[in-house]
């Protein structure tokens, strides 16, 4: 039997330091062993979902928390119900996940912001490359969202570990892509809560 595991990956920020560019760059990286069917834990999550008037919706966890978007229009209760839904969804499901996260206060320069998001994508890939190598196969779910991130994901996982890449998907096919995007968006919100810097709506929802 082919031992295979499966790795999903989103991002937030850009790799800019001018005008309206974004104070962290942060992604999400879920790993999951596909040796472990997640039918039920996925069946549930869609139950609640149709349960709430969404069904097969895609969940985008920031407009969410801010009420933008497509759900500029749901009231409070109805917002927290969904993000509720993630939570209960997240905390049954076997898969691991690491969470990558860089201010960029401390870096003045695209080159240099890159090099140290590959340098500890590369570190993150040695300390666990006994557990990685200990599948048959390995393939990288991701959307290519931006270019530069998906250039050293190609270098560093192609350097250290054999790895099949799918750039031609869109997240909202996957409910492991709407993890990682969950995941990253609350780990931000922690940040930039314990640094006082939330902003209101951010506030009004916790």
């Given at each position: 039997m082919i031992e295979e595991s499966a790795f999903f990956l989103d991002e937030s920020g850009d790799f800019g330091f001018k005008g309206d560019a974004s104070d962290f760059y942060l992604f999400t990286l879920i790993l999951h062993d596909?040796?472990?069917?997640?039918?039920?834990?996925?069946?549930?999550?869609?139950?609640?979902?149709?349960?709430?008037?969404?069904?097969?919706?895609?969940?985008?966890?920031?407009?969410?928390?801010?009420?933008?978007?497509?759900?500029?229009?749901?009231?409070?209760?109805?917002?927290?119900?969904?993000?509720?839904?993630?939570?209960?969804?997240?905390?049954?499901?076997?898969?691991?996940?690491?969470?990558?996260?860089?201010?960029?206060?401390?870096?003045?320069?695209?080159?240099?912001?890159?090099?140290?998001?590959?340098?500890?994508?590369?570190?993150?890939?040695?300390?666990n490359l006994a557990y990685f190598q200990s599948y048959d196969s390995r393939v990288l779910y991701y959307d290519n969202g931006q270019s530069e991130l998906g250039s050293m994901l190609n270098t560093v996982f192609n350097t250290l570990l054999d790895m099949e890449t799918k750039r031609e998907v869109k997240p909202c096919e996957y409910r492991l892509f709407q993890l990682a995007d969950y995941i990253y968006t609350l780990e931000l919100v922690s940040i930039k809560a314990e640094r006082q810097n939330l902003s209101k709506s951010e506030k009004i929802f916790f």
């Amino acid at each position: 039997m082919i031992e295979e595991s499966a790795f999903f990956l989103d991002e937030s920020g850009d790799f800019g330091f001018k005008g309206d560019a974004s104070d962290f760059y942060l992604f999400t990286l879920i790993l999951h062993d596909q040796a472990h069917n997640l039918s039920r834990q996925l069946e549930a999550f869609e139950n609640r979902l149709s349960t709430l008037g969404f069904p097969n919706h895609c969940i985008h966890t920031a407009p969410i928390i801010r009420n933008e978007n497509e759900y500029f229009h749901n009231a409070y209760e109805m917002r927290r119900n969904l993000i509720f839904s993630m939570r209960q969804f997240a905390r049954n499901l076997p898969v691991k996940a690491k969470t990558f996260f860089f201010d960029k206060k401390q870096w003045d320069s695209k080159d240099k912001l890159q090099a140290r998001i590959a340098r500890e994508l590369g570190e993150f890939c040695r300390e666990n490359l006994a557990y990685f190598q200990s599948y048959d196969s390995r393939v990288l779910y991701y959307d290519n969202g931006q270019s530069e991130l998906g250039s050293m994901l190609n270098t560093v996982f192609n350097t250290l570990l054999d790895m099949e890449t799918k750039r031609e998907v869109k997240p909202c096919e996957y409910r492991l892509f709407q993890l990682a995007d969950y995941i990253y968006t609350l780990e931000l919100v922690s940040i930039k809560a314990e640094r006082q810097n939330l902003s209101k709506s951010e506030k009004i929802f916790f």
